[in-house]
């Protein structure tokens, strides 16, 4: 006589299979993300909007290396820095080990617009920063990787200057850059999220230095990323 046990365990896992809204995790679309700190202190949020929804990594600290946390003004780990840098990353990648992503969410900017306050020279003048984006697009093509790029966050020029001495940024940067980036992004078709905008509406109450955001900011921040994603991919897939 065959016992029942195991049958009605099998029934209630199809019965749970079939429940509305059910996904394998493996059938989530994958997210990958590429950003400056700003995105590392509102990643943890964003993971977990997205929850159910996308597949959530991005770059991080490497094992026994050094820390984005460390120095959030100096890019290293899970700090994406400069388009030169993001663009470093990408190559390396293609080259040891593709990233395994549907979605590549990305920014970079505010690395760029560092500005040597002898020299006056940008980290990444515009030109260049208008290559590197094309280049790093042409980069996720080559991986079938859809791309969704994130416009830099605002910066007060007073504020970040008299905080900041090693480097100083200038609010009008943030408008060029953002500006190169929206063209570049406009001509190959890849979607934006403005969370410059958005995040204007926190500055200059929302900072807690000279250009990162309050815990509170960050959880608002992600919460808009995570509405203009789910959105994008709704849209996407119809």
């Not at 990233?99 to 003048?125: E, F, M, S």
């Amino acid at each position: 006589m065959v016992s029942s046990a195991p049958m009605r365990r099998v029934a209630l896992v199809l019965a749970f299979l079939l429940l509305p809204g059910f996904v394998f995790a493996r059938d989530l679309p994958r997210l990958f993300v590429i950003g400056d700190s700003i995105s590392i202190q509102y990643g943890p949020y964003l993971e977990g909007f997205l929850s159910g929804t996308f597949a959530y990594d991005r770059k991080r600290d490497d094992a026994g290396g050094a820390k984005a946390e460390h120095d959030l003004d100096v890019p290293q780990g899970a700090n994406g820095g400069d388009s030169s840098m993001v663009l470093a990353y990408l190559r390396a990648r293609a080259a040891r080990d593709p990233l395994k992503a549907d979605v590549l969410l990305l920014n970079c900017g505010l690395h760029d617009i560092k500005t040597d306050p002898t020299t006056g020279a940008r980290q990444v003048d515009r030109e260049a920063y208008a290559q590197n984006l094309r280049a790093i697009l042409a980069e996720a093509r080559r991986t079938g990787t859809a791309v969704v790029w994130v416009r830099t966050t605002p910066v007060v020029t007073e504020i970040h200057n008299a905080r900041s001495r090693a480097f100083h940024r200038f609010a009008a940067d943030v408008a060029a850059y953002n500006a190169i980036a929206d063209a570049v992004m406009a001509e190959a078709g890849v979607p934006v999220i403005d969370l410059h905008g958005f995040s204007a509406r926190f500055v200059p109450a929302g900072f807690i230095d000279h250009v990162h955001f309050s815990e509170a900011v960050r959880e608002k921040q992600a919460a808009f990323i995570a509405g203009a994603l789910e959105l994008w991919w709704t849209q996407r897939a119809r």
